[in-house]
């Protein structure tokens, strides 16, 4: 079983930058797609982006699409998640998920795609 720990949240002011990083453990996880999901108080967790296991197609919620990048060093079993020019809604705890070694007929946006999830990671824009 992989252990996902999200580390790299913060408090920013809009316009900043973070940069999230998922310490995956327990086994390899470079035959998993993975993702990162966020939820706003209030709010159901949403999808934010999510990149297939060998790094070749990465998909980005609207909201955040060119203005941040997921991407994945298979050799450290690491995902990361650049933000850049944050605002206040997106305000959120992020989460790194992991779908399962060697699956590739998943949708990445959904999140009942994935087996693995971190405990999440508190990020703050204030405006």
């Known amino acids: 079983q992989v252990q996902l720990v999200e580390s790299g949240g913060g408090l920013v002011q809009t316009g900043g930058s973070l940069r999230l990083s998922c310490a995956a453990s327990?086994?390899?996880?470079?035959?998993?797609?993975m993702g990162w999901f966020r939820q706003a108080p209030g709010k159901e967790r949403e999808f934010v982006a999510a990149i297939r296991w060998n790094g070749g197609s990465t998909y980005y919620a609207d909201s955040v699409k060119g203005r941040f990048t997921i991407s994945r060093d298979n050799a450290k079993n690491m995902g990361y998640l650049q933000m850049n020019r944050l605002k206040p809604e997106d305000t959120a705890v992020y989460y790194c998920?992991?779908?399962?070694?060697?699956?590739?007929?998943?949708?990445?946006?959904?999140?009942?795609?994935?087996?693995?999830w971190g405990q999440g990671t508190q990020v703050t824009v204030s405006s």
């Open positions: 327990g086994r390899t996880v470079s035959r998993d797609n």
């Open positions: 998920a992991a779908t399962g070694s060697g699956r590739t007929r998943v949708v990445l946006t959904i999140s009942d795609e994935y087996d693995c």
